[in-house]
C-alpha cells in the first residue's frame, strides 16, 4: 500500500466502477422494468427509475405462473440433495481419513477422479438409468444424481479437514469406552461443522441453479425446478417485458439477499474449490 | 486401537453408500458411454457393435467444424475478458487504496449467484434488436451500430459466450483476487525500492508468482467454453440453423431429438478427450514456465 493518490489511480478507480456499472446495471435494469408498464419500458423511459410503479406485474406473475410451486420444487431439491451429500461425504472422509483398510487409498482417488468428469459424458447412460428406474419427473430423478456428484468434492474437503484433528481426541474416547460410532458422530461431527458450513453453501446454490440434468429428466409442469420453470416465459410471453421481469426478480431475490447476508462466507465457499483442483 | 479403526462393521457403514451410489451414477456412466460409443444403438435394445464406425462418422460430420469453432470463440472470449481484464480489475483492487473495495466485490460477484436461466432471458432483452438496451445505448451516443445481437451469424456466438463471460467474472475475479493477496507484499515493496515501478514490479513479480492461480483459471475458462452449452440452449436454440452449436449440443440433439444414442455416446467421448487434452497442454505449458523462472 505504498501509493499516493494521483490522477494516474483515479483513473485506475474509475475503470473498477465502470466495471462495478457493467456487472450490477442489467440487474438494476431487470427490476425497474419489472416495475413498469410497456409503454415506459419501450417507449417513454427505457433506462431510469420507473416514473409509476406498476406493482401489478408483481401480483400477475404470481397469480398467473407456478412460481410458488418451482420454488417449493428447488427447495426440497436442494434441501435433501444437501443433506444426503453432507451425510455421505462426511462419513465416507473418516473411513478414508482415519479408518484403516487395505483398499483406503484406493478409494479415496477413485473419489476424486469423479471431480474430473464432466456432466455431458455421463447425462446419456444417466438419462436411460433413471427412466429403467422409473424415476423420471420425480424428486429423486434430481436428488439421487445431484447428492451422487456432490460426494467426490464434499469428501475430499472433509478429509482434508479431519486429517488434521489430533488423534489422540479418538484414543482418549477410545479408552473411555466408547464406540466407534459414538466417537465419529459426538466428537468427530461436531469438530468438522466449519466444513460443514462450507460445503452446504456450495452444494445448496449449485442444485438451486442447476439446468442441465434438470432440463433432460424433468418435463412434468409439476415438478419443474426454478431454472426450468422460468424458461418457458421467454415464448410465450415475450411481448409481456413488465411481467417477465417480474418473475425473474421475485425468484432471484432469495439467492441475492442471502448472498448479501454472507457474501464473504459464499465468496469463499465457491472458491474453496480452486485450492482442491488446481 | 487397531481394533478400533479397523472395525469391518463400520467402514463398510460409513464407505459403502457413497462408493455404491458414486459407482451407480458417476462411473458406471462413464463407462456406459464409453462401451456404447462402439456401437449403433438407440438407448432401448441391445444395439449392434459397429467398431469405430461412429468416430469415423463423427470426423465427417460437418457439425463438428461448427462446435470446434465455438468452442474455440467461446473459450477466448471467456479468457480474454474474464482472465485478461479480471487480472487487472484484481490488481488494482487489491493495490489502491480505495473506498468501497467490499462494495465493488460485493458487486462483481452477484450475477454468479443467478440462475443460468435468469441471466440469458435478461440478456435476450438486453440483446433485443428494438427495444434493448445495447442498441438503445449505442443509439444515445449517436454510434449508428446496430446489431441483429442474437441472430446474425457473425456475432452472435461472441454475444453470447460474453454472457457467460459477464456472469461468471465474479467467480474469476474472486480466484484472482485470492491469488494476489496470499502473495506477501513485501517482494512487491522491495522491487519499488529497488527503483522498479508499480507495474513493472506486478509484471516481473506478481502475476509470475501467481502462476498455479491462472493455470486453474484458464482450465476452467477453456473446458467450460468447450462444453458450453446452456446459454445456446435458452438464447437461441443453437441456431441460427445449427451456426450457433458446441459439442454439448451436438450430444443433446443426437441423443434426445435423433435417438442415436451411440453416436452421441461417441460425441461425448470425444468431448472428455478433448477436455483432458486441453488441460493436459495446459499443465506442459505452465511446468516449464516455473522452470525457466
Not at chain 1, 116 to 122: D, Y
Not at chain 1, 177 to 185: E, M
Not at chain 2, 210 to 216: D, H, I, L, N, Y
Request: with cysteine; hydrophobic share 50%; charged share 10%.
Amino acid at each position: 500500500m505504498l501509493t499516493r493518490i494521483k490522477p494516474g489511480s483515479i483513473l485506475l478507480q474509475g475503470l473498477l466502477w465502470i466495471y462495478f456499472i457493467v456487472s450490477v446495471y442489467p440487474l438494476f435494469w431487470m427490476i425497474t422494468y419489472s416495475l413498469k408498464n410497456n409503454d415506459q419500458i419501450f417507449v417513454t423511459n427505457p433506462f431510469g427509475i420507473p416514473l409509476h410503479m406498476h406493482f401489478e406485474n408483481y401480483v400477475h406473475a404470481w397469480e398467473q405462473f407456478n412460481v410458488p410451486r418451482y420454488f417449493v420444487n428447488s427447495l426440497v431439491v436442494s434441501a435433501i440433495s444437501t443433506c444426503g451429500i453432507l451425510l455421505l461425504s462426511v462419513m465416507f472422509a473418516y473411513t478414508v481419513a482415519r479408518m484403516e483398510w487395505r483398499l483406503r487409498e484406493a478409494a479415496r482417488i477413485y473419489m476424486i477422479i469423479g471431480m474430473f468428469i464432466p456432466l455431458q459424458v455421463i447425462m446419456i447412460p444417466l438419462a436411460i438409468l433413471v427412466k429403467n428406474f422409473h424415476l423420471t419427473n420425480t424428486y429423486g430423478a434430481l436428488i439421487v444424481p445431484y447428492i451422487a456428484f456432490g460426494l467426490p468434492f464434499s469428501s475430499l474437503i472433509f478429509y482434508g479437514f479431519m486429517r488434521t484433528i489430533p488423534v489422540e481426541l479418538e484414543e482418549s474416547a477410545c479408552m473411555d469406552g466408547a464406540s466407534i460410532y459414538r466417537t465419529f458422530f459426538r466428537i468427530i461431527v461436531p469438530i468438522v461443522r466449519p466444513a460443514v458450513a462450507t460445503i452446504a453453501i456450495f452444494q445448496f446454490l449449485g442444485a438451486w441453479n442447476e439446468f442441465l440434468l434438470a432440463y433432460i429428466l424433468i418435463s412434468d409442469e409439476a415438478m419443474k425446478t426454478l431454472p426450468l420453470g422460468l424458461l418457458f416465459f421467454q415464448g410465450q410471453y415475450s411481448t409481456d417485458w413488465g411481467g417477465m421481469g417480474a418473475v425473474m426478480t421475485i425468484a432471484s431475490l432469495p439467492m441475492v439477499v442471502m448472498f448479501l447476508f454472507f457474501s464473504d462466507q459464499v465468496e469463499r465457499a465457491l472458491t474453496v474449490g480452486s485450492a482442491v483442483k488446481g | 486401537m487397531r481394533h478400533y479403526f479397523g472395525n469391518k462393521w463400520a467402514i463398510a457403514a460409513f464407505a459403502l453408500p457413497a462408493l455404491l451410489l458414486y459407482s451407480l451414477v458417476v462411473s458406471y456412466p462413464v463407462v456406459q458411454s464409453l462401451y456404447r460409443s462402439f456401437f449403433e444403438w438407440d438407448g432401448i435394445g441391445a444395439g449392434t457393435f459397429n467398431g469405430l464406425s461412429n468416430y469415423a462418422e463423427l470426423f465427417r460430420d460437418p457439425l463438428l467444424a461448427t462446435s470446434l469453432r465455438n468452442g474455440g470463440i467461446f473459450a477466448l472470449v471467456l479468457v480474454v475478458f474474464q482472465i485478461g481484464l479480471g487480472t487487472i480489475l484484481a490488481l488494482v483492487c487489491a493495490d489502491i487504496k480505495i473506498k468501497g473495495r467490499k462494495v465493488l466485490k460485493v458487486g462483481y460477484f452477484i450475477p454468479v449467484v443467478l440462475s443460468v436461466t435468469v441471466v440469458c432471458q435478461l440478456w435476450i432483452a438486453i440483446y433485443d434488436p428494438t427495444n434493448g438496451l445495447v442498441n438503445r445505448l449505442f443509439e444515445l451516443v449517436g454510434i449508428p451500430y446496430r446489431q441483429n445481437w442474437l441472430t446474425s451469424p457473425a456475432v452472435s456466438i461472441i454475444a453470447i459466450a460474453f454472457v457467460n463471460a459477464w456472469q461468471f467474472m465474479g467467480y474469476q475475479f474472486s480466484l484472482l483476487y485470492a491469488g494476489i493477496k496470499s502473495i506477501p507484499e513485501q517482494y512487491v515493496e522491495a522491487a519499488i525500492i529497488d527503483g522498479c515501478t508499480k507495474w513493472g514490479a506486478h509484471r516481473r513479480i506478481t502475476i509470475p508468482l501467481m502462476a498455479e492461480t491462472f493455470k486453474f483459471c484458464l482450465i476452467v475458462a477453456i473446458t467450460g467454453g468447450i462444453g458450453a452449452f446452456v446459454q445456446m440452449l435458452i438464447m437461441t436454440s443453437g441456431g441460427p440453423g445449427t451456426t450457433n452449436f458446441t459439442l454439448t449440443y451436438m450430444i443433446y440433439r443426437y441423443a434426445f431429438s435423433e435417438f442415436e444414442y451411440g453416436y452421441a455416446c461417441a460425441v461425448s467421448v470425444f468431448l472428455v478427450a478433448i477436455s483432458l487434452l486441453a488441460t493436459v497442454i495446459i499443465n506442459r505449458l505452465f511446468r516449464q514456465e516455473r522452470m525457466t523462472y
